[in-house]
Protein backbone atom coordinates (compact mmCIF):
# COMPACT_ATOMS: atom_id res chain seq x y z
CA UNK A 1 0.00 0.00 0.00
CA UNK A 2 1.23 3.84 -0.76
CA UNK A 3 0.06 7.44 -1.14
CA UNK A 4 -0.57 9.49 -3.71
CA UNK A 5 2.67 11.87 -3.95
CA UNK A 6 2.74 14.94 -3.34
CA UNK A 7 2.79 16.75 -6.69
CA UNK A 8 5.06 19.83 -7.39
CA UNK A 9 4.00 23.38 -8.40
CA UNK A 10 4.94 22.38 -11.81
CA UNK A 11 2.74 19.41 -11.65
CA UNK A 12 -0.34 21.26 -10.76
CA UNK A 13 0.27 24.03 -12.96
CA UNK A 14 0.27 21.33 -16.12
CA UNK A 15 -2.36 19.39 -14.64
CA UNK A 16 -4.77 22.11 -14.86
CA UNK A 17 -3.42 24.61 -17.48
CA UNK A 18 -6.50 23.13 -19.64
CA UNK A 19 -8.62 25.37 -17.39
CA UNK A 20 -7.59 28.52 -19.30
CA UNK A 21 -8.93 27.13 -22.77
CA UNK A 22 -12.22 26.39 -20.68
CA UNK A 23 -12.47 29.62 -19.33
CA UNK A 24 -11.30 31.34 -22.24
CA UNK A 25 -15.02 29.86 -23.67
CA UNK A 26 -17.05 30.37 -20.22
CA UNK A 27 -15.85 33.98 -20.22
CA UNK A 28 -16.45 34.90 -23.55
CA UNK A 29 -20.08 33.23 -23.66
CA UNK A 30 -21.12 35.31 -20.18
CA UNK A 31 -19.69 38.68 -21.44
CA UNK A 32 -21.15 38.62 -24.59
CA UNK A 33 -24.04 36.13 -25.43
CA UNK A 34 -26.33 38.35 -23.93
CA UNK A 35 -24.98 41.00 -25.80
CA UNK A 36 -25.21 38.49 -29.15
CA UNK A 37 -28.92 37.90 -28.91
CA UNK A 38 -29.83 41.73 -28.06
CA UNK A 39 -28.15 42.34 -31.97
CA UNK A 40 -29.63 39.47 -33.37
CA UNK A 41 -33.00 41.67 -32.18
CA UNK A 42 -34.03 39.46 -28.82
CA UNK A 43 -35.60 41.89 -26.30
CA UNK A 44 -34.85 41.89 -22.82
CA UNK A 45 -37.50 40.00 -21.00
CA UNK A 46 -36.11 37.07 -23.73
CA UNK A 47 -33.05 36.20 -22.92
CA UNK A 48 -33.28 34.23 -19.95
CA UNK A 49 -35.56 31.90 -22.24
CA UNK A 50 -32.52 31.77 -24.53
CA UNK A 51 -30.09 31.29 -22.01
CA UNK A 52 -31.90 27.91 -20.73
CA UNK A 53 -30.47 25.95 -23.51
CA UNK A 54 -26.76 25.78 -21.66
CA UNK A 55 -28.29 24.49 -18.63
CA UNK A 56 -30.69 22.00 -20.16
CA UNK A 57 -27.45 20.56 -22.02
CA UNK A 58 -25.55 20.42 -18.69
CA UNK A 59 -28.11 18.85 -16.86
CA UNK A 60 -28.04 16.00 -19.37
CA UNK A 61 -24.48 15.81 -20.15
CA UNK A 62 -22.44 16.18 -17.09
CA UNK A 63 -23.85 13.22 -15.22
CA UNK A 64 -23.11 10.91 -17.91
CA UNK A 65 -20.07 12.18 -19.04
CA UNK A 66 -18.80 11.91 -15.43
CA UNK A 67 -20.13 8.08 -15.56
CA UNK A 68 -18.41 7.38 -18.64
CA UNK A 69 -15.02 8.86 -17.62
CA UNK A 70 -15.05 7.11 -14.51
CA UNK A 71 -15.32 3.69 -16.57
CA UNK A 72 -13.01 4.39 -19.27
CA UNK A 73 -9.22 3.67 -19.87
CA UNK A 74 -7.12 3.71 -22.77
CA UNK A 75 -4.20 5.13 -24.39
CA UNK A 76 -5.14 8.57 -23.58
CA UNK A 77 -5.73 7.56 -20.38
CA UNK A 78 -9.28 8.23 -17.95
CA UNK A 79 -10.23 11.51 -18.25
CA UNK A 80 -8.15 13.02 -21.11
CA UNK A 81 -10.24 11.41 -24.04
CA UNK A 82 -13.22 13.74 -22.66
CA UNK A 83 -10.50 16.44 -22.86
CA UNK A 84 -9.98 16.11 -26.09
CA UNK A 85 -13.10 15.49 -27.46
CA UNK A 86 -14.81 18.90 -25.40
CA UNK A 87 -12.24 20.69 -26.90
CA UNK A 88 -12.35 20.23 -30.40
CA UNK A 89 -16.43 20.79 -30.18
CA UNK A 90 -16.21 23.63 -28.07
CA UNK A 91 -13.80 25.63 -30.25
CA UNK A 92 -15.54 24.55 -33.66
CA UNK A 93 -18.66 26.28 -31.61
CA UNK A 94 -16.57 29.22 -30.46
CA UNK A 95 -15.92 30.35 -34.32
CA UNK A 96 -19.13 29.59 -35.18
CA UNK A 97 -21.42 31.38 -32.83
CA UNK A 98 -20.32 34.94 -33.84
CA UNK A 99 -21.15 34.65 -37.17
CA UNK A 100 -24.73 33.50 -36.42
CA UNK A 101 -27.27 34.34 -39.55
CA UNK A 102 -30.20 34.79 -36.39
CA UNK A 103 -31.49 34.83 -33.41
CA UNK A 104 -32.26 31.18 -32.97
CA UNK A 105 -29.16 29.62 -34.70
CA UNK A 106 -27.39 31.32 -32.13
CA UNK A 107 -29.42 30.21 -29.27
CA UNK A 108 -28.85 26.51 -30.78
CA UNK A 109 -25.24 27.32 -30.72
CA UNK A 110 -25.16 28.63 -27.39
CA UNK A 111 -26.48 25.22 -26.60
CA UNK A 112 -23.89 23.63 -28.64
CA UNK A 113 -21.03 25.77 -26.74
CA UNK A 114 -22.11 24.94 -23.48
CA UNK A 115 -22.54 21.45 -24.08
CA UNK A 116 -18.79 21.06 -25.76
CA UNK A 117 -17.25 22.81 -22.61
CA UNK A 118 -19.21 20.76 -20.08
CA UNK A 119 -17.98 17.84 -22.03
CA UNK A 120 -14.25 19.08 -21.36
CA UNK A 121 -14.86 20.66 -18.00
CA UNK A 122 -16.78 18.08 -15.88
CA UNK A 123 -13.64 15.44 -16.37
CA UNK A 124 -11.16 18.31 -15.02
CA UNK A 125 -13.14 18.72 -11.15
CA UNK A 126 -12.36 14.33 -10.78
CA UNK A 127 -9.32 14.75 -12.47
CA UNK A 128 -7.71 16.39 -9.07
CA UNK A 129 -9.28 13.78 -7.05
CA UNK A 130 -7.77 11.50 -8.90
CA UNK A 131 -4.46 12.91 -9.14
CA UNK A 132 -4.18 14.08 -5.66
CA UNK A 133 -3.99 13.10 -2.09
CA UNK A 134 -6.32 14.12 -0.17
CA UNK A 135 -4.46 16.82 2.01
CA UNK A 136 -3.17 18.91 -1.14
CA UNK A 137 -6.79 18.77 -3.30
CA UNK A 138 -7.59 22.46 -1.52
CA UNK A 139 -4.29 23.39 -3.46
CA UNK A 140 -5.05 21.61 -6.06
CA UNK A 141 -8.64 23.38 -6.81
CA UNK A 142 -7.31 26.78 -5.77
CA UNK A 143 -4.43 26.26 -8.74
CA UNK A 144 -7.78 25.60 -10.99
CA UNK A 145 -9.36 28.82 -9.46
CA UNK A 146 -6.36 30.89 -10.39
CA UNK A 147 -6.63 29.85 -14.24
CA UNK A 148 -10.00 30.16 -14.18
CA UNK A 149 -9.74 34.02 -12.67
CA UNK A 150 -6.42 34.92 -15.02
CA UNK A 151 -7.95 33.77 -18.21
CA UNK A 152 -11.33 35.23 -17.32
CA UNK A 153 -9.52 38.40 -16.91
CA UNK A 154 -8.07 38.43 -20.54
CA UNK A 155 -11.14 36.48 -22.35
CA UNK A 156 -13.88 39.35 -20.94
CA UNK A 157 -11.38 42.39 -21.65
CA UNK A 158 -10.78 41.09 -25.33
CA UNK A 159 -13.30 43.37 -27.26
CA UNK A 160 -12.35 46.32 -25.39
CA UNK A 161 -8.74 45.45 -26.32
CA UNK A 162 -9.38 44.77 -29.97
CA UNK A 163 -11.67 48.09 -29.98
CA UNK A 164 -9.07 50.51 -28.05
CA UNK A 165 -5.87 49.02 -28.83
CA UNK A 166 -6.07 47.53 -32.10
CA UNK A 167 -8.64 49.99 -33.40
CA UNK A 168 -11.54 46.89 -34.70
CA UNK A 169 -14.61 48.70 -35.61
CA UNK A 170 -16.85 48.31 -31.62
CA UNK A 171 -20.48 49.05 -33.64
CA UNK A 172 -21.82 47.46 -36.82
CA UNK A 173 -25.08 47.46 -38.81
CA UNK A 174 -28.33 46.47 -37.33
CA UNK A 175 -28.34 42.50 -36.41
CA UNK A 176 -24.41 41.83 -37.17
CA UNK A 177 -22.12 41.10 -34.42
CA UNK A 178 -19.42 43.94 -34.14
CA UNK A 179 -15.85 42.67 -35.32
CA UNK A 180 -14.18 43.28 -31.94
CA UNK A 181 -16.61 40.82 -30.20
CA UNK A 182 -15.90 38.46 -33.61
CA UNK A 183 -12.39 38.17 -33.00
CA UNK A 184 -12.78 37.73 -29.69
CA UNK A 185 -14.34 34.36 -30.12
CA UNK A 186 -12.04 33.26 -33.31
CA UNK A 187 -8.69 33.56 -30.52
CA UNK A 188 -10.92 32.10 -28.27
CA UNK A 189 -10.83 29.36 -30.17
CA UNK A 190 -7.76 28.72 -30.66
CA UNK A 191 -6.61 29.18 -27.18
CA UNK A 192 -9.04 26.97 -26.06
CA UNK A 193 -7.61 24.16 -28.10
CA UNK A 194 -4.02 25.01 -27.70
CA UNK A 195 -4.55 24.94 -23.17
CA UNK A 196 -6.40 21.45 -23.45
CA UNK A 197 -3.84 19.65 -25.46
CA UNK A 198 -0.94 20.80 -22.80
CA UNK A 199 -2.44 19.09 -19.99
CA UNK A 200 -3.20 16.15 -22.30
CA UNK A 201 0.59 16.07 -23.61
CA UNK A 202 2.09 16.94 -20.00
CA UNK A 203 0.25 14.43 -17.59
CA UNK A 204 0.66 10.92 -17.13
CA UNK A 205 -2.89 9.82 -15.25
CA UNK A 206 -2.36 7.23 -12.57
CA UNK A 207 -4.20 3.46 -14.34
CA UNK A 208 -7.41 1.94 -12.31
CA UNK A 209 -4.46 -0.62 -10.72
CA UNK A 210 -2.46 2.28 -9.15
CA UNK A 211 -6.06 4.09 -7.88
CA UNK A 212 -6.81 0.98 -6.22
CA UNK A 213 -3.23 0.37 -4.33
CA UNK A 214 -3.72 4.04 -3.68
CA UNK A 215 -6.87 4.13 -2.09
CA UNK A 216 -6.30 0.90 -0.15
CA UNK A 217 -4.55 3.01 2.56
CA UNK A 218 -6.93 3.47 5.95
CA UNK A 219 -9.04 6.78 5.95
CA UNK A 220 -8.53 8.06 2.99
CA UNK A 221 -11.94 7.51 1.30
CA UNK A 222 -15.05 7.85 2.88
CA UNK A 223 -18.49 7.85 1.53
CA UNK A 224 -20.00 4.52 -0.05
CA UNK A 225 -17.94 2.02 -1.82
CA UNK A 226 -19.44 1.09 -4.65
CA UNK A 227 -22.26 -0.70 -2.29
CA UNK A 228 -24.43 -3.56 -3.94
CA UNK A 229 -27.39 -1.42 -5.99
CA UNK A 230 -30.68 -2.43 -4.60
CA UNK A 231 -34.05 -0.47 -5.69
CA UNK A 232 -37.03 -0.47 -3.81
CA UNK A 233 -38.74 -0.42 -7.08
CA UNK A 234 -42.19 0.37 -6.20
CA UNK A 235 -40.82 3.30 -4.53
CA UNK A 236 -38.84 4.50 -7.95
CA UNK A 237 -42.22 3.81 -10.08
CA UNK A 238 -44.44 5.44 -7.43
CA UNK A 239 -41.74 8.85 -7.17
CA UNK A 240 -41.12 8.61 -11.56
CA UNK A 241 -44.95 8.27 -11.89
CA UNK A 242 -45.80 11.23 -9.90
CA UNK A 243 -42.92 14.03 -11.32
CA UNK A 244 -44.05 12.53 -15.23
CA UNK A 245 -47.21 13.65 -13.79
CA UNK A 246 -46.85 16.68 -12.17
CA UNK A 247 -44.31 18.05 -14.77
CA UNK A 248 -46.57 17.75 -17.82
CA UNK A 249 -49.81 19.26 -15.68
CA UNK A 250 -47.61 21.98 -14.93
CA UNK A 251 -46.07 22.22 -18.64
CA UNK A 252 -49.83 22.55 -19.83
CA UNK A 253 -50.99 24.75 -17.65
CA UNK A 254 -47.43 26.94 -18.32
CA UNK A 255 -48.85 26.90 -22.03
CA UNK A 256 -52.14 27.36 -21.82
CA UNK A 257 -51.79 30.34 -19.61
CA UNK A 258 -49.30 31.83 -21.62
CA UNK A 259 -46.51 31.99 -18.60
CA UNK A 260 -42.99 32.12 -19.43
CA UNK A 261 -41.64 29.80 -22.04
CA UNK A 262 -38.55 28.84 -19.75
CA UNK A 263 -40.96 27.43 -17.38
CA UNK A 264 -42.84 25.39 -19.52
CA UNK A 265 -39.22 23.92 -20.64
CA UNK A 266 -38.65 23.63 -16.93
CA UNK A 267 -42.28 21.18 -16.16
CA UNK A 268 -40.65 19.10 -18.74
CA UNK A 269 -37.84 18.71 -17.44
CA UNK A 270 -39.33 17.73 -14.48
CA UNK A 271 -41.67 15.35 -16.53
CA UNK A 272 -38.19 13.62 -18.48
CA UNK A 273 -36.55 13.51 -14.97
CA UNK A 274 -39.38 11.17 -13.57
CA UNK A 275 -39.68 9.26 -16.59
CA UNK A 276 -35.80 8.85 -16.54
CA UNK A 277 -36.46 7.03 -12.74
CA UNK A 278 -39.10 4.87 -13.71
CA UNK A 279 -37.11 3.42 -16.63
CA UNK A 280 -34.29 2.75 -14.32
CA UNK A 281 -36.72 0.94 -11.93
CA UNK A 282 -38.24 -1.38 -14.81
CA UNK A 283 -34.69 -2.02 -16.37
CA UNK A 284 -33.62 -2.76 -12.62
CA UNK A 285 -36.68 -5.61 -12.15
CA UNK A 286 -35.56 -6.80 -15.30
CA UNK A 287 -32.16 -7.91 -14.26
CA UNK A 288 -30.26 -5.12 -15.75
CA UNK A 289 -28.00 -2.83 -13.95
CA UNK A 290 -26.63 -0.72 -16.40
CA UNK A 291 -25.21 2.92 -16.65
CA UNK A 292 -28.77 4.79 -16.39
CA UNK A 293 -29.74 2.40 -13.22
CA UNK A 294 -26.36 3.12 -11.49
CA UNK A 295 -26.26 6.96 -12.10
CA UNK A 296 -30.11 7.38 -10.93
CA UNK A 297 -29.23 5.19 -8.07
CA UNK A 298 -26.09 7.86 -7.14
CA UNK A 299 -28.32 10.18 -7.66
CA UNK A 300 -30.95 9.40 -4.74
CA UNK A 301 -28.36 8.06 -2.45
CA UNK A 302 -25.81 10.64 -1.99
CA UNK A 303 -23.35 11.53 0.79
CA UNK A 304 -25.21 13.58 3.44
CA UNK A 305 -22.10 16.42 3.27
CA UNK A 306 -22.81 16.28 -0.81
CA UNK A 307 -26.61 16.51 -0.07
CA UNK A 308 -25.79 19.44 2.17
CA UNK A 309 -23.45 21.03 0.05
CA UNK A 310 -26.23 20.80 -3.12
CA UNK A 311 -28.60 23.53 -1.05
CA UNK A 312 -25.65 26.19 -1.12
CA UNK A 313 -24.32 25.74 -4.77
CA UNK A 314 -28.28 25.76 -5.97
CA UNK A 315 -28.91 29.36 -4.35
CA UNK A 316 -24.93 30.33 -5.41
CA UNK A 317 -25.59 30.09 -8.80
CA UNK A 318 -28.63 31.24 -8.84
CA UNK A 319 -27.06 34.36 -8.01
CA UNK A 320 -24.40 34.24 -10.14
CA UNK A 321 -27.36 33.16 -13.49
CA UNK A 322 -28.57 36.59 -12.67
CA UNK A 323 -25.53 38.44 -13.21
CA UNK A 324 -24.29 36.49 -15.99
CA UNK A 325 -27.92 36.77 -17.81
CA UNK A 326 -28.41 40.53 -16.69
CA UNK A 327 -25.35 42.67 -15.94
CA UNK A 328 -25.48 43.78 -19.98
CA UNK A 329 -28.80 44.50 -19.45
CA UNK A 330 -28.44 46.09 -15.98
CA UNK A 331 -25.51 48.64 -16.90
CA UNK A 332 -25.84 49.67 -20.61
CA UNK A 333 -29.83 51.01 -18.84
CA UNK A 334 -29.04 51.53 -15.19
CA UNK A 335 -25.60 53.26 -15.36
CA UNK A 336 -25.02 54.09 -19.18
CA UNK A 337 -28.54 54.93 -19.65
CA UNK A 338 -29.30 52.94 -23.17
CA UNK A 339 -31.01 50.70 -24.42
CA UNK A 340 -30.47 50.60 -28.85
CA UNK A 341 -27.80 48.40 -29.51
CA UNK A 342 -26.23 50.84 -32.45
CA UNK A 343 -25.37 53.60 -30.05
CA UNK A 344 -22.08 54.87 -28.66
CA UNK A 345 -23.06 54.87 -24.86
CA UNK A 346 -24.74 50.94 -25.17
CA UNK A 347 -21.18 49.44 -26.83
CA UNK A 348 -19.40 51.64 -23.95
CA UNK A 349 -21.58 49.57 -21.80
CA UNK A 350 -21.12 46.81 -22.88
CA UNK A 351 -17.88 47.03 -23.21
CA UNK A 352 -17.42 47.94 -19.50
CA UNK A 353 -19.68 44.93 -18.80
CA UNK A 354 -16.46 42.73 -20.39
CA UNK A 355 -14.02 45.16 -17.77
CA UNK A 356 -16.05 44.51 -14.85
CA UNK A 357 -16.19 40.36 -15.70
CA UNK A 358 -12.45 40.59 -16.15
CA UNK A 359 -12.46 42.27 -12.83
CA UNK A 360 -14.10 39.87 -10.78
CA UNK A 361 -11.98 37.36 -12.61
CA UNK A 362 -8.84 38.70 -11.44
CA UNK A 363 -9.36 39.14 -7.97
CA UNK A 364 -10.44 35.44 -8.13
CA UNK A 365 -7.30 34.94 -9.31
CA UNK A 366 -5.54 36.91 -6.95
CA UNK A 367 -7.57 35.73 -4.01
CA UNK A 368 -6.75 31.82 -5.01
CA UNK A 369 -3.45 31.63 -3.73
CA UNK A 370 -4.94 32.61 0.07
CA UNK A 371 -7.37 30.26 0.03
CA UNK A 372 -5.93 27.14 1.43
CA UNK A 373 -3.90 29.51 4.09
CA UNK A 374 -7.26 31.00 5.06
CA UNK A 375 -8.97 27.23 5.20
CA UNK A 376 -6.21 26.11 7.65
CA UNK A 377 -6.92 28.87 9.76
CA UNK A 378 -10.88 28.94 10.05
CA UNK A 379 -11.87 25.40 8.18
CA UNK A 380 -12.94 25.44 4.57
CA UNK A 381 -16.55 25.94 5.29
CA UNK A 382 -15.87 29.15 7.43
CA UNK A 383 -14.00 30.36 4.61
CA UNK A 384 -17.05 30.19 2.41
CA UNK A 385 -19.54 31.48 4.40
CA UNK A 386 -17.05 34.63 4.75
CA UNK A 387 -16.63 34.86 0.93
CA UNK A 388 -20.39 34.01 -0.33
CA UNK A 389 -21.44 37.11 2.21
CA UNK A 390 -18.79 39.71 0.98
CA UNK A 391 -20.16 38.30 -2.95
CA UNK A 392 -23.95 38.75 -2.32
CA UNK A 393 -23.42 42.68 -0.79
CA UNK A 394 -21.23 43.26 -3.88
CA UNK A 395 -24.06 42.43 -6.03
CA UNK A 396 -26.50 44.34 -3.97
CA UNK A 397 -24.33 47.44 -3.77
CA UNK A 398 -24.26 47.80 -7.98
CA UNK A 399 -28.43 49.20 -7.38
CA UNK A 400 -26.25 51.37 -4.79
CA UNK A 401 -23.91 52.58 -7.28
CA UNK A 402 -25.04 55.20 -9.85
CA UNK A 403 -21.10 55.94 -10.99
CA UNK A 404 -19.97 53.04 -13.33
CA UNK A 405 -16.50 53.37 -11.98
CA UNK A 406 -17.64 52.13 -8.65
CA UNK A 407 -18.88 49.06 -9.82
CA UNK A 408 -15.22 47.92 -9.93
CA UNK A 409 -15.35 47.48 -5.56
CA UNK A 410 -18.78 45.64 -6.47
CA UNK A 411 -17.49 43.35 -8.51
CA UNK A 412 -14.20 43.23 -6.52
CA UNK A 413 -16.85 41.66 -4.22
CA UNK A 414 -17.92 39.07 -6.13
CA UNK A 415 -14.21 37.99 -7.40
CA UNK A 416 -13.85 36.58 -3.54
CA UNK A 417 -17.24 35.20 -3.63
CA UNK A 418 -16.07 33.50 -7.04
CA UNK A 419 -12.16 32.46 -5.67
CA UNK A 420 -13.96 30.70 -2.95
CA UNK A 421 -17.03 28.88 -4.81
CA UNK A 422 -14.62 27.67 -7.28
CA UNK A 423 -12.31 25.75 -4.93
CA UNK A 424 -14.13 24.81 -1.70
CA UNK A 425 -16.97 23.08 -2.23
CA UNK A 426 -15.41 20.86 -4.83
CA UNK A 427 -12.54 20.47 -2.23
CA UNK A 428 -14.96 19.56 0.25
CA UNK A 429 -16.73 16.94 -1.76
CA UNK A 430 -13.14 15.17 -3.01
CA UNK A 431 -13.00 14.14 0.41
CA UNK A 432 -16.74 13.12 0.83
CA UNK A 433 -16.95 10.87 -2.52
CA UNK A 434 -15.45 7.57 -2.99
CA UNK A 435 -12.87 7.34 -5.53
CA UNK A 436 -14.32 4.87 -7.61
CA UNK A 437 -17.01 6.91 -8.45
CA UNK A 438 -15.62 10.72 -8.20
CA UNK A 439 -16.56 11.10 -11.91
CA UNK A 440 -19.74 10.64 -11.45
CA UNK A 441 -20.70 12.25 -8.13
CA UNK A 442 -18.48 15.28 -9.41
CA UNK A 443 -20.95 15.35 -12.57
CA UNK A 444 -23.50 15.08 -10.27
CA UNK A 445 -23.01 18.07 -7.85
CA UNK A 446 -22.44 20.19 -11.47
CA UNK A 447 -26.55 19.11 -11.40
CA UNK A 448 -26.50 21.50 -9.16
CA UNK A 449 -25.06 24.29 -10.69
CA UNK A 450 -27.31 23.52 -13.49
CA UNK A 451 -30.58 23.65 -11.85
CA UNK A 452 -30.34 27.18 -10.65
CA UNK A 453 -29.50 28.33 -14.42
CA UNK A 454 -32.78 26.79 -15.03
CA UNK A 455 -34.62 28.52 -12.52
CA UNK A 456 -33.21 31.71 -13.18
CA UNK A 457 -33.84 31.46 -16.43
CA UNK A 458 -37.35 30.36 -15.92
CA UNK A 459 -38.28 32.41 -13.02
CA UNK A 460 -36.41 35.99 -13.67
CA UNK A 461 -37.69 36.69 -17.14
CA UNK A 462 -41.19 36.83 -15.82
CA UNK A 463 -40.55 38.69 -12.66
CA UNK A 464 -38.40 41.20 -14.85
CA UNK A 465 -41.89 41.97 -16.24
CA UNK A 466 -44.07 41.65 -13.31
CA UNK A 467 -42.34 42.75 -10.48
CA UNK A 468 -39.37 44.30 -11.42
CA UNK A 469 -41.25 46.43 -14.43
CA UNK A 470 -38.62 45.83 -16.69
CA UNK A 471 -35.72 47.16 -14.61
CA UNK A 472 -32.59 45.14 -14.74
CA UNK A 473 -30.70 46.47 -12.15
CA UNK A 474 -33.27 44.47 -9.36
CA UNK A 475 -32.50 40.64 -10.73
CA UNK A 476 -28.77 41.45 -9.57
CA UNK A 477 -30.08 42.38 -5.88
CA UNK A 478 -32.07 39.66 -6.30
CA UNK A 479 -28.91 37.70 -6.60
CA UNK A 480 -27.33 39.27 -4.11
CA UNK A 481 -29.59 38.60 -1.34
CA UNK A 482 -30.09 35.00 -2.42
CA UNK A 483 -26.29 34.78 -2.16
CA UNK A 484 -26.12 36.04 1.30
CA UNK A 485 -28.35 33.60 2.37
CA UNK A 486 -26.19 31.08 0.76
CA UNK A 487 -23.78 31.87 2.84
CA UNK A 488 -26.17 31.07 5.95
CA UNK A 489 -26.89 27.98 5.07
CA UNK A 490 -22.98 27.38 4.46
CA UNK A 491 -23.15 26.72 8.40
CA UNK A 492 -24.61 23.32 8.55
CA UNK A 493 -22.61 21.43 6.17
CA UNK A 494 -19.84 19.19 7.53
CA UNK A 495 -16.34 18.68 6.31
CA UNK A 496 -15.01 15.28 6.13
CA UNK A 497 -11.40 16.09 6.17
CA UNK A 498 -9.66 17.13 9.22
CA UNK A 499 -8.07 19.94 9.78
CA UNK A 500 -4.52 18.78 9.73
CA UNK A 501 -5.39 17.22 6.42
CA UNK A 502 -6.29 20.79 4.89
CA UNK A 503 -3.17 22.43 2.41
Not at 113 to 134: W, Y
Not at 180 to 189: A, E, I, K
Not at 394 to 407: E, N, Q, T, V
Amino acid sequence: MKRKPILSFWQLWNMSFGYVGIQFGFALQNANVSRIFETLGAKVDDIAVLWIAAPVSGLMIQPIIGYLSDKTWNRLGRRKPYFLLGAILASFSLLVMPNSPGLWFAAGMLWVMDASINVTMQPFRAFIGDMLPDEQRTTGFAVQTFFIGASSVVASLLPYIFARWLHLANTAAAGEIPPTVRWSFYLGGLVYLLAVLRTILTVKEYSPSEQEEFNQVAGEVTGKEGPAIELNIGRYLAEGSVLVVAGSVFAYFVHSLQWDKALYILGFGIAGYGAFQLLAALRFSAGKIDGLVEIIYDLKNMPRTMTQLALVTVLTWFALFAMFIYANSAVTTYHFGSTDTRSVAYNDGANWVGVLMAVYNGVAALVAPFLPYMARKTGRVGTHVICLIIGGLGLISMYLFRDPKLLLVSMSAVGIAWASLLTMPYAILSSAVPHQKMGVYMGMFNLFVVIPQILASASLGLLLRTVFHGHAIYALVLGGVVMVLAGFAMLFVKDMAKAREIS
